[in-house]
């Protein structure tokens, strides 16, 4: 996926799909990074901003999210692109430090550069702690 116009990446386990936004319910006094809530199959899942969380600006304008999903936490968070599939032969350390608490590592991807590999689960959790900071989830 993109982000910012770099290239990034989450393990299938941590994804479960990838939806287009038709609906989207704003809701008053949420964070900034809440754009609103959306309602999937009869779930209604928070529409996030990541962004800025990866240091990257925002661009709220997108019409598509993946959706990622830590047991029973999910959030679908806007996405510029998907880039495709690829297998994760190899993880090395990412050399962006400011990732290293959201970020696996990077990976080589088949367009012969190179994505950072979130890790979904820890994604999620600093997205509730900017939502709730007392309680931190």
Do not use: C, K, Y
């Not at 999210?65 to 510029?80: C, H, Q, S, T």
């Not at 400011?98 to 600093?126: C, F, K, Q, Y």
């Amino acid at each position: 996926m993109r982000l910012g116009g770099r290239p990034f990446a989450v393990d299938v386990t941590d994804a479960r799909e990838v939806v287009l936004l038709e609906t989207t319910t704003t809701v008053p006094g949420a964070p900034p990074s809440v754009l609103g809530v959306m309602n999937l199959r009869g779930n209604v899942l928070p529409v996030v901003e990541i962004r800025p969380l990866l240091g990257l600006p925002a661009r709220i304008a997108s019409d598509r999210a993946l959706v990622l999903a830590d047991g029973d936490r999910r959030a679908a968070v806007l996405i510029e692109t998907v880039i495709g599939l690829t297998t994760l032969d190899s993880v090395r350390p990412t050399a962006d430090d400011s990732l290293s608490h959201l970020a696996v590592g990077e990976i080589d991807v088949d367009t012969g550069g190179r994505a950072t590999l979130l890790d979904g689960p820890a994604v999620l959790t600093a997205l509730r702690q900017v939502w709730d900071p007392v309680s931190g989830g």
